[in-house]
């Protein structure tokens, strides 16, 4: 498949390498068609492996991954608008504001998420948020933990693109257990979690750990 | 030990109860000397269980459990605060906004949290936040959800203070592992994760959940 991902830093890397090594085309968008931490991921993921602008990029891809950071998704999701049109969206956003330095706050507030803004912002794509509440490694190979006895949460207003994204992250990177909390508005919810997730990560002294919910 | 329970709703009674058949001696603290709900509890609670206003309460536990609703517990902790003085106050509210409807939002925003809040109000006063984000039933019974494989969280600026809470919950209530998060503000991390547990709840059905963290 042609796979988009939006965003150069390690979420979007981790995530690309990933879609590359299971035979995906990968293109890695970014401000410009030459960034260079896209050019150096590009040339050591492999021919399937490329980059270009953020429009471009997302033009290109049948399913698209925004890995871009949270204060700068809204522009990011609105130079590549033209090329999302109808498609699935994966939000793996955080809206982390570290403008007061560490524990970072959530600049979104409590009743607005960036998965919603996106979803406003581009009403005829298929925004599903998902990913967004463990470490970069962990969304690709969530076995490394607990033998993935964990749970993945994601949400968004599309049935059919929620399934989607339900396999993907089964057949693809190996997650056994999908917890689907609902329409866009449940962005919030898995958004607010990263305020315990940074403070779970101080306590824990790793990032590489997430949820199981019990029952 | 005499204790003090303010509030009396769900997670007020939930605990008193529980408070009481270990053979504690129970006072819940309200408005009024002679509040309904507070006297009903106590009636059936039996002959440890007693009821008086929110200072006296407060003046008469060894120890203090904050189980008002979000909305009210600065006021109340304001009434209660001479009898606090020098004492373990476990907070377990939740800064629950239901202005908008369900599911709720939070009203503290994301730099922070009614834990924190309280710590303020009342400096002399070693505020553990603690049990807020679990259904009360949990709270007092975990071994209820999954063998009781699954984690309570804490935090407080009072290391002796977090010391006796997590062995309270251990031996009086049967949670097998707390997680103590750092200082009074990690309550930001504890409070907003209710933002998600709202959302599990719906989706599951039910508000007998909890978490396990896994690495």
Request: net charge neutral.
């Amino acid at each position: 498949m042609r796979i988009a991902v939006l965003g150069t830093g390690s979420v979007g890397q981790t995530i690309g390498s990933k879609l590359v090594s299971l035979g995906h085309d990968v293109k890695m968008g970014s401000r410009s068609a030459t960034h260079e931490k896209a050019s150096a991921w590009a040339s050591e993921a492999g021919p399937r492996a490329s980059l270009d602008t953020f429009a471009k990029s997302a033009s290109f891809g049948e399913l698209v991954f925004n890995c871009t950071y949270g204060r700068g998704s809204a522009d990011v999701l609105t130079a590549a608008a033209p090329g999302l049109d109808g498609k699935v969206l994966i939000d793996t956003t955080n809206p982390l504001d570290f403008s007061n330095g560490f524990p970072p706050s959530l600049f979104t507030g409590g009743s607005d998420s960036l998965g919603e803004q996106a979803q406003r912002l581009l009403p005829n794509c298929k925004v599903v948020k998902a990913l967004s509440h463990v470490t970069a490694s962990v969304m690709v190979d969530p076995s490394s933990l607990a033998g993935g006895d964990h749970h993945a949460l994601l949400c968004g207003n599309d049935v059919a693109a929620k399934q989607q994204v339900t396999k993907l992250l089964q057949e693809w990177f190996g997650w056994r257990s999908v917890l689907d909390l609902g329409d866009i508005t449940a962005s919030r919810g898995i958004e607010s979690y990263v305020a315990l997730w940074v403070r779970l990560m101080g306590q824990l002294g790793t990032a590489s750990f997430n949820i199981k919910v019990v029952t």
